[in-house]
DNA sequence: ATGAAAGCGCTAACAT
DNA sequence: ATGTTAGCGCTTTCAT
């Protein structure tokens, strides 16, 4: 049985609220005592717990990370940020893995719930927050939202997928396609109006035929380029909603020995890791991951510790182009 | 305030163990009155207090997972594993990131310990394993351990590292340089065992100025190799002791235009999902990362749940050589 | 079948 | 400066 204070009060002969106090750093111990106390803690191997505390003190210190999917090195690169922002600032993180599955996420927002964590970041996909906002804990979402009991950090997926889109049409692609996922709707929607916005702005038509969605990962990526060309129609390109499926397609691109980028034009969202490597060097539009991350833990943290100063905001953070060998560059 | 039993108590004018009771699905309560308790608790959108439970059960059903690095998807894959088998056990997972650094193992540990987690899954690395002994609660480590009260789980290093090496020269390569660690000293000695015996068993000579050890990442790994090259003694392969190390090795290798696998030979070790990427083709020595994580998660909650009839144990599984196109086959 | 009471380990008034 | 007491939300005897 781990030793509790009132076991340090025993061997010292006081009682269990002066070991409360020393222990805490409170003042109104002498010092000589406060010594002692610390002392016999030390030999008796006590150990604080935490459980108690929080039931006392109704806080956890502890935040939660819920993502659907931490094979994606995007996710586990924000994760970084988060717990390394709200470490600093004396705040447990827990990391929660919802494998794109929204009932899983209802099962891991119940737990974190149940284990009263003082607020949640999360990336949730549905348009009605009702549910999240029902928590009565701070919630900061990785996604729009319009529900003003919340808050939120997202890029303006817009932007970044104009940005791409028109990258490619001034590198010379004459017909490119759009492959995503409807498991995030918001998502899409932003960044699939941008690509169709900047192929007006350029005079190009929306082919709808010409947009193939499936989910976020390699397997899906390559599924939705095989899809695209057993329509018949023909692309020399193709937006990425995210890098995970645009290695997917870069993938199968190479397996049908298309030549990249001279023939074919591939363009991801996100930059992980792997989209740097010299072997890849795959051309996307950055997220400021770790300004995601951090601006995250940091608002949440001052919505638990302050709630009254501290307002639920909504921020929008820049993409950037990084320009790699993926796509190629026009020739005039 | 969220609600209580208390306040489900008094709504209905009984006393708040009836209510617990009844929440717990134990017997001893009308199917009336159990039904109208449901029903409130229900209206009141009361959420079990996880902490409280924890105190008087003296259990959290909470298990850690410690690793040094989630940027490296190895761990990653592991902890997906360790996660879902825990979470059908009926157990949360926290994940914890020291990031290679000891003091930060320590804080974790030290802060998992006052969380009261029922058992820990750590990747350790030191000799000497008394402070994880000394928790008092059940621990997994990924890596050999010579102390009793531990259990623990790992491959064998010397077997994939003789393997790999033993390839490389079947392949034909001439000079094979190794790439590893200091960071983690019970994995290095068992892989360089195995690389020194296959060299020995293939009548090759053993040059220590052929082993260059740094960190597990690519930048360390390219670092290594450089310090490699700049001794001046030839080598045309290299064994590294894991696959973003390797990652490493092959971008500075693709950088001096050395070709991969004519002129130069590479294998790494885990068999991450970048090593199968098309662009990569990373041979390498698999490890059954679920099986690990499976296994570990199995173990530690047996540990957890019957730790009478439970004994510490330490398993040692098979990692499995991948070939992929980074070596060339052995013309003869 | 239900209630009363104790206690998990801790903190925080309120005494003294 | 130190002790006494109550109580956080819950489970669990032990009564009734």
Same sequence: chains 1, 2.
Wanted: charged share 20%; proline share 5%.
């Amino acid at each position: 049985m781990a030793p509790t204070i009132k076991d340090i009060a025993q061997a010292l002969g006081i009682t269990h609220s002066t070991v409360s106090r020393a222990l805490n750093g409170r003042e109104g111990v002498s010092p000589k005592l406060r010594q002692s106390i610390l002392e016999t803690a030390e030999e008796l191997g006590y150990t604080p717990n935490a459980i108690a505390r929080g039931l006392v003190n109704r806080q956890s210190k502890t935040i939660a990370f819920i993502v659907p999917d931490f094979a994606n090195p995007f996710f586990v690169e924000i994760a970084r940020a988060v717990n390394s922002t709200a470490s600093a600032r004396g705040f447990k993180t827990i990391l929660c893995d919802t494998q794109w599955s929204h009932q899983e996420e209802l099962k891991q927002i119940k737990m974190m719930s149940e284990n009263r964590v003082d607020g949640i970041i999360i990336k949730s996909f549905g348009e009605d927050d009702s549910y999240l906002v029902n928590l009565g804990l701070p919630v900061v979402k990785l996604n729009p939202t319009a529900d003003p009991g919340l808050s939120s950090i997202d890029i303006d997926n817009h932007a970044g997928a104009f940005a791409a889109t028109e990258y490619l049409i001034q590198c010379g692609y004459e017909q490119i396609a759009y492959i995503g996922s409807l498991l995030d709707p918001q998502t899409l929607q932003g960044r699939i109006d941008g690509y169709r916005q900047a192929l007006r702005a350029h005079g190009r038509l929306y082919d709808p035929r010409l947009v193939a969605l499936g989910e976020y990962s390699l397997e899906s990526g390559s599924r939705c380029y095989q899809d695209l060309l057993a329509t018949g129609i023909p692309f020399d390109a193709v937006v990425c909603e995210n890098d995970m499926i645009a290695l997917g397609v870069y993938t199968s691109a190479l397996h049908d020995q298309r030549e990249i980028p001279a023939q074919f034009g591939l363009i991801g969202f996100d930059d992980i890791f792997i989209a740097g490597l010299p072997m890849t060097q795959l051309t996307t539009i950055a997220q400021p991951k770790f300004q995601i991350g951090e601006s995250a833990a940091n608002l949440l943290i001052d919505l638990i510790v302050d709630p009254v100063q501290t307002k639920n905001q909504s921020i929008i953070l820049n993409p950037e182009l990084v320009v790699r060998s993926t796509t190629r560059k026009l020739v005039k």
